[in-house]
C-alpha cells in the first residue's frame, strides 16, 4: 500500500509569467481542500488577475489523520503555501456535512444543530459557519478540529476566512442567474460527486449534491430534481461546469440523454492570461468562485 507521504500527484499546474512572489502581500491565496484532492490559486488583488492555479490528485487514504499528514507534507514542500504574509487567505472545505440556513432562523449558538438535521457531526469536528454575499442564507459545515487548528497555526498573521464549496458554487453562480432571461438548470461535475443548483427571479430555490457510483447515476439525479422542480426535461437548459471535457466519452453519453446542455464559463470579473488557455473555461468554477465571497 502507498504510504502519505507518496500518495499524491500534481495534475495540473499554470503559472502567469508576469506573477511576483514578493508581492504576496497583494494576492489572495484560494485553498480547497477535499478527502481526494487540492486545489491552490493564487489571485492578484487589485486587479483580479488569477496568476497561479494547481490541482493535487490525493491517495485513497483510511482515517482524518492520514488527510492531515499527507496536507503536511505537501504544504512543507510547497514554495508558496507556508508564506505567511498573503492578503488574504480564504480555504473552502470540500464534504457533505452542511446545512443551508435562511439568515433570519439563524442563531450562531444552534449552529451544530441545524448541522445535526443533515449529518452527523463527529467528536473530533468543529462546526463553523459562512454567510452568502448574494443570498439571505448561511451554511453551517463541518470541519475536522485538528485541520482547522493547523490552518489557522499557518496563517495566523493574515487575514483569514473559512468557508464551505457549496458557499463558492452559490454565490459564482449567482451573477450568472441574474444574466439568463430563461431559468436553466445548474450542473457542477466534481470528482466522485454531482451538485445540482436552480434559481427562481434571482434566489436559489434548490442545492444539493450526490455521490457518484456510476455513470448512470449522473443522469438519474438530474431528471428526478428536473422533475421535482417542474422543469421540462426536453426545453430546459442545463448548464454544466466540472470534470467533465468537452470531448471526452462520459460528455458524449451525457448529452445523449440530456440533450439541452451546454458547458459554462469562468466566474465573471477574474482576468486570465494566455497561458490559461489550455485550461478549460468551465474547470475550477468553485475554486476560482471563492473570490467572490463576502470578506
Known amino acids: 500500500m502507498q504510504t502519505a507521504t507518496a500518495s499524491f500527484k500534481l495534475v495540473k499546474k499554470v503559472r502567469d509569467d508576469r506573477f511576483e512572489e514578493e508581492r504576496l502581500n497583494e494576492c489572495v491565496l484560494l485553498i480547497q481542500i477535499g478527502v481526494r484532492d487540492l486545489q491552490v490559486a493564487v489571485v492578484e488583488d487589485a486587479s483580479r488577475r488569477v496568476v497561479l492555479l494547481e490541482d493535487f490528485v490525493l491517495g485513497e487514504l483510511q482515517s482524518h489523520d492520514e488527510l492531515l499528514q499527507l496536507l503536511r507534507n505537501i504544504f512543507e514542500g510547497h ?15 470540500k464534504n457533505s ?22 449529518a452527523a457531526l463527529a467528536p473530533d469536528e468543529n462546526v463553523l459557519w459562512s454567510r452568502h454575499g448574494g443570498d439571505d442564507l448561511i451554511t453551517v459545515f463541518a470541519v475536522q478540529r ?27 453562480l449567482f451573477p450568472v442567474a441574474a444574466s ?5 438548470l445548474y450542473i ?35 431528471m428526478v430534481v428536473m422533475k421535482g422542480l417542474g422543469m421540462d426535461a426536453e426545453k430546459t437548459r442545463v448548464i454544466l461546469w466540472g470534470y467533465i471535457g468537452k470531448n471526452s466519452p462520459h460528455y458524449q453519453e451525457f448529452y445523449k440523454y440530456v440533450r439541452n446542455v451546454e458547458f459554462g464559463g469562468r466566474p465573471p470579473g477574474l ?11 468551465h474547470h475550477f468554477f468553485d475554486l476560482f468562485a471563492l473570490m467572490f465571497l463576502p470578506a
Not at 434571482?202 to 439525479?221: R, S
Open 180 to 184: 439568463q432571461r430563461d431559468e436553466p
Open 97 to 118: 456535512k452542511f446545512a443551508q440556513v435562511p439568515t433570519a432562523l439563524f442563531v450562531e449558538e444552534s449552529a451544530a444543530e441545524y448541522l445535526k438535521i443533515n
Open 271 to 281: 482576468a486570465f492570461g494566455y497561458l490559461f488557455d489550455e485550461v478549460q473555461e
Open 79 to 93: 514554495p508558496l503555501l507556508l508564506a505567511g504574509f498573503w492578503q488574504r487567505v480564504i480555504i473552502s472545505i
Open 188 to 222: 457542477y461535475v466534481d470528482r466522485f460527486k454531482l451538485h445540482i443548483l436552480a434559481f427562481r427571479q434571482g434566489k436559489l430555490v434548490y442545492y444539493n449534491q450526490f455521490l457518484i457510483k456510476q455513470f448512470a447515476d449522473y443522469v438519474k439525479y438530474i
Open 146 to 172: 485538528a485541520l482547522l487548528a493547523w490552518l489557522q497555526q499557518l496563517y495566523v498573521n493574515t487575514q483569514l476566512t473559512f468557508t464551505h464549496q457549496s458557499v463558492a458554487l452559490v454565490e459564482g
